[in-house]
């Protein structure tokens, strides 16, 4: 029996921006991701079987935990891909918010990808496994590769980028549920969509400015999200009052999230959000550079 425990990093996007939308109903995106140490736990056992079963069991009973659950079907992939056999044991402890835009499901499917790739000592490279994490979810490319990325296509073009300022996060996120499909169906793409500088934010984040990447980090989203959810544009402001030096909803939302200069500030942010009833679920976290090993 072999046993392997893994940590699957939460995203939030710097930046979001959709450029167009495609003839296969997909978009055209332009992002800046960005990992934070908020992390899920998992741990693979593998015990020797004529053929691939997984279990799978989660400490969050919302969770789903059969093939619906994107560490199943990264498993079933590469069983499938690789031809491999044996029955797969999956525990996973959840602390990412679900339906976050925090890519919590994308980020355990990339854990076991590299997980899978660990326990039968196969011969591929995180390209391959990149091609093969696309097609379960246009984030888990990015989760493969982790740190900071700009990401283009629909996600899955991504180009590295030098690491971002480290900063305290605030994490927010209100009782409302979005669903990504109703974000985009209603975004409308104008002469009037204020479309953030990506360029600007990457050569902000090159010269490690943080008032600067501040200024440039935007969420072309938010123009779908916060008329829909005013609770969103109420959390923004609580966190600005509080000190943040940016407050932004990450990818399709709901989550709001602040950087701030320094700890204490971050910390009686974290109180305020806390106490203004405005958040469900409410932690203090940080940007987390570490690229996968
Ligand atoms: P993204 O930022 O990529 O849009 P998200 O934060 O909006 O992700 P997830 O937390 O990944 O959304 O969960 C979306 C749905 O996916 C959940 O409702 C859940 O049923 C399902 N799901 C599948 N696998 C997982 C997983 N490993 N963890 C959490 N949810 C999962």
Redesign the pocket.
Known sequence: MKTLTRNAYAKVNLALDVLRRREDGYHDVCMIMQNLSLYDTLTFTVEEADTLTITLACDKAF??CDA????YKAIALMGETYHLTGHVHVE?V?R?P?????????T??AAAFHAMRELYGLDVSDQELMKLGVKL?A?VPYCIMRGTALAQGIGEKLSQLPPMVKCPVLIAKPSVSVS?KFVYQNLKLDENTKHPDIDALISAIKKKDFPEICGKMGNVVESVTIPNYPVIAEIKEKMMEAGAAHAMMS??GPTVFGLFEDEETAQRARDVMKASGLARQVYLTSIYNNRRK
């Open positions: 969770v789903p619906r659950n994107l560490i996973l959840k990412i679900v339906e976050a835009g925090m890519a919590g499901g994308s355990d499917c979810g984030d990504t990818g399709s």
